[in-house]
């Protein structure tokens, strides 16, 4: 059934802003000229974007006006997607519950049409234990609903082929560490993830994330190569770098590359966004990982597929930021 058209204002927005609202408005819409030039030199199967969207830090940056998180969690979309840059998103919040469809429905018109959402499958799907933040009582325990495919359909898949339809990117399998006496041998976890992967539809693209550094097997690529799943180079504390993975898990056998930038290697959630809120500028670059990030994106662009880089506030200080570097750098060509 065709979407109803969204409900427009009587009035245009430039009739009702104040002098200093406008001013702010001209200084994005300046900045915004400024990246349509390095956006212009990027090939368009590179789509970049960042972990969620509602951070007031990035008034200026990639919001004109000063606006709460929940306002921009509500309908922040419609200025994020104006930043040239910025063509995908990653949507976490289905990692610990499921996005109502209303939800997925207002993304959908708050974007435009060749723009494309990164999801986390939820939780109940990848954990085979029950963690204390989704039932404390019976944190710990075995989850049944680990890699059940049907649970997956219903809570997940369904919804977003439904209400993202075409805008539906690649869906995130972020396989979370756990605790000595929860984890699968190696072997196990590639068998089980190898019957996982066959039973999903083919219609839509899957990427897997480790955050165990023994997943990383030669069992483990030989799934993905089999079942046409990519693997997510991830940026995060415990893992290999993303340069090193490419060495574990080869660009040339990913139908697609994912990249997400997390957090520094030996580096803590809580710590870093201690030190860098409120994401409003780079806290601490690190050209390393940016380095990695734009060989990966050349390698991906000599082959002719698409790629995605999503970036976390934690990675540097500020994900929009980070972003405009990595671009810059790549649209430099050197």
């Known amino acids: 059934m065709p979407r109803p058209p969204a409900q427009r204002s009587l009035f245009a927005p430039e009739l009702t802003m104040s002098v200093d609202e406008l001013r702010e408005r001209e200084a994005i819409e300046r900045r915004r000229d400024q990246w349509r030039t390095i956006a212009a030199r990027v090939r368009p199967e ?63 018109e708050q974007t435009p049409d060749d723009f494309v959402f990164c999801t986390k499958a939820p939780e109940l799907i990848v954990s085979p234990i029950i963690s204390a933040h989704r039932d404390k009582h019976r944190a710990g325990e075995r989850n049944e609903d680990f890699l059940s495919v049907p649970r997956f359909a219903d809570e997940m898949l369904s919804p977003l082929l439904d209400e993202l339809g075409h805008k ?5 399998l972020e396989f979370p560490p756990l605790p000595p006496e929860a984890r699968l041998r190696p072997v196990e976890f590639a068998e ?63 139908p697609f590359v994912v990249t997400r ?30 380095f990695e990030v734009v060989e990966i994106l050349r390698e991906a662009e000599a082959r002719g597929v698409p790629a995605y880089v999503l970036v976390n506030n934690k990675a540097e200080g500020c994900s929009p930021a980070t972003i405009e570097a990595i671009a810059t750098e790549l649209a430099s060509g050197t």
């Open 46 to 108: 590179v789509r970049f974007g960042t972990s969620s969207w509602s951070f007031p830090g990035w008034k200026g940056i990639v919001y004109p006006h000063k606006r709460t998180t929940h306002d921009l969690a509500y309908d922040g979309l419609r200025e994020y997607s104006k930043h040239p840059l910025l063509r995908t998103v990653g949507i976490d919040r289905g990692y610990y519950a499921p996005i109502p469809r209303d939800d997925l429905a207002r993304y959908f």
């Open 168 to 172: 539906t990117g690649p869906v995130l």
């Open 192 to 254: 089980a993830l190898d019957d996982f992967l066959a039973e999903l539809p083919r219609e839509m693209p899957f990427a897997v994330e480790l955050r165990d550094r023994a997943l990383f097997t030669e069992d483990y690529r030989a799934v993905l190569a089999r079942r046409g799943v990519a693997h997510v180079y991830n940026y995060w504390s415990f893992v290999p770098t993303p340069g090193q993975q490419r060495a574990l898990v080869p660009l040339e056998e990913q």
């Open 261 to 290: 930038l997390l957090l520094k290697p030996g580096t803590r959630y809580e710590a870093q966004r201690e030190a860098f809120a409120p994401f409003d500028r780079i806290v601490e670059e690190d050209r390393g990982m940016r």
